[in-house]
């Protein structure tokens, strides 16, 4: 059933209350009579009268516990009140509470009393003495509710989309879909190798013949299919049933690389490796020869420097020895 009706008409009730601007019971009252409210039964449902009363209890303990205005607020602790004393139905249904929504209804009694709103108590204490609510420890207000929902939502949303990742994702049935099977089988190479088995056998047999009888051995000659042709057959096949495939599920045929194609780019890259290694190590031994004739050509210079230098001082100490003579 349908409550929104019901609950406009009690945002309208709670509304024209607040714009009063009057705190009593009796305000409530009168706006209460003037919209003749308690005909809000009348067009209750014949069946789960519980869960219809109990939505409209929640809706309004929403306003309690709303941070809405101290009016608005007092508007739906009167409404609900009201709404438990006018209901038809015998035995009257409990007001269900939580504990949480207990310490708003306590709250609320707390600021009443410091605005000198005496009617607030003396209505709760009336609802607590004649046993008016069901308390519980799960809250069931609307917002809770649609708090709740949203977050199973978000739940479900993630589960759908973690589904599609899975069932979309690039996997090997992708691969067997778009495979060309005469590729991947290499049914020429297959057929040539077996169309030259084919007339080796013929040779052999008839060669054979010259020399012995070939009755008994003539017949593996004879009226043999070739295994390329039945690989063949099976491959054109597959593919037959492929293309029907594509036009059931509406998918545009694109072909994966085959194995040819993956081992040549495999090749044609271990080729680039090695050259790329190659040119490397070369460019390391040049380093390294580069290196060992500058160590060499240093070595050279620091001798040329000590002749030098030997020279000098054998030279200093001969003129010396000539200048005492």
Known sequence: MDLKPFK?????????????????FAEMKRVWVS?????????????????FIQSLYAYCIGYMVSTNSLLSRLGGLYCLYCLYETQPFKPPFKIYISLGELKNLRNIVAEAKAKDVKVVPAVV???????????????????????????LSEVQNASIQIACKKLFANSRIEHFTHMDMGLEL??????????DYARA??????EASD???????????????LIGDVVGKTADDWKAQKELFYQKIGILHQPVKDS????GEEHDKSQQEGAEKHDKSQQEVAEEQDKSQQEVAEKQDDNEDFSKELEEVLLSAQNESDFEE
Do not use: W
Not at 201 to 206: C, E, G, H, P, S
Not at 211 to 223: G, L, M, Q, R
């Open 8 to 24: 406009l008409d009690i945002d309208e009730l709670i509304n024209e209350f607040a714009k009063g601007g009057s705190p009593t």
């Open 125 to 151: 204490k009336r609802m607590l003495d004649r046993n008016m609510f069901l308390f519980g420890f799960v809250d069931v207000n609307e917002s809770s509710a649609v708090e709740r929902l949203d977050e």
């Open 186 to 195: 290499e049914v020429d190479l297959l057929k040539q190798k077996s169309a």
């Open 35 to 51: 919209k003749k409210f308690s005909y809000i039964f009348e067009a209750s449902p014949s069946k789960d009268q519980a869960c």
């Open 260 to 263: 040819v194609d993956v081992v």
């Open 201 to 206: 056998k013929d040779l052999a047999i008839k």
């Open 211 to 225: 020399i012995v009888d070939i009755e008994s051995i003539k017949h593996i000659a004879e009226n043999q299919t």
